[in-house]
C-alpha cells in the first residue's frame, strides 16, 4: 500500500484536488526534467537544469569519473526529492494539505479519500426556530424575584 498526500485549491473542489505519492519517483528518475515539465513543476525543472549546467560547467576541471559521479547523485536525489517539490509548488500555488490517505494506486486513494471526506463534511446547519414559550412561562408575577415568592412578607 502507498501512502498518497492530498492537496486541494483555496476552494475546496474536489475535482481540483492533486493526489501526491510519497516517497520515491521512479519516473522522475527515468525522464528526469521531462517529469517536472509534465507535471508542470517549474520550480523543480529550473533547479535541475541549473544543477546538471553546473556539472556540465565543472566537467572541464574535474576527473571524468567525478563528473559522472555527480551526473549520477543528480539523477538518484531527482527521483528522491521529485514529489517534495511537487508538494512544495504546490503550497506555493496556495493549495492546503487536506489529508494524508492509504491506497494501492491513485484510484483506490482517491476513493477512499472521498468517502471519508464526503462524511467528514458537516451539513449546512438549520434555520434558526424561535422556541415556543409555555403559556405558564409566560406568567411573570409583579415584585417577585428569585425563589423568594413573597416580596415583602417576612
Do not use: C, Y
Request: glycine share 8%; proline share 10%.
Amino acid at each position: 500500500m502507498a501512502l498518497w498526500s492530498v492537496h486541494l485549491p483555496p476552494e475546496p473542489v474536489a475535482e481540483r484536488a492533486v493526489f501526491v505519492r510519497d516517497g520515491f519517483a521512479f519516473w522522475a528518475l527515468v525522464f528526469g526534467p521531462l517529469w517536472f515539465l509534465r507535471h508542470r513543476e517549474w520550480l523543480g525543472l529550473v533547479g535541475w537544469l541549473v544543477l546538471a549546467a553546473l556539472i556540465r560547467v565543472a566537467a572541464p576541471w574535474l576527473d571524468p569519473v567525478v563528473t559522472g559521479g555527480l551526473q549520477l547523485v543528480l539523477i538518484i536525489a531527482t527521483g528522491v526529492v521529485a514529489n517534495d517539490v511537487r508538494r512544495l509548488t504546490l503550497a506555493l500555488r496556495g493549495f492546503s494539505e487536506a489529508g494524508v490517505v492509504e491506497g494501492l494506486n491513485r484510484e483506490a486513494a482517491e476513493r477512499r479519500f472521498f468517502e471519508a471526506w464526503l462524511v467528514r463534511r458537516p451539513a449546512p446547519p438549520p434555520a434558526p426556530v424561535a422556541p415556543a414559550a409555555h403559556p405558564a412561562a409566560r406568567r411573570v408575577m409583579p415584585g417577585v424575584l428569585g425563589l423568594f415568592p413573597d416580596s415583602g412578607a417576612r
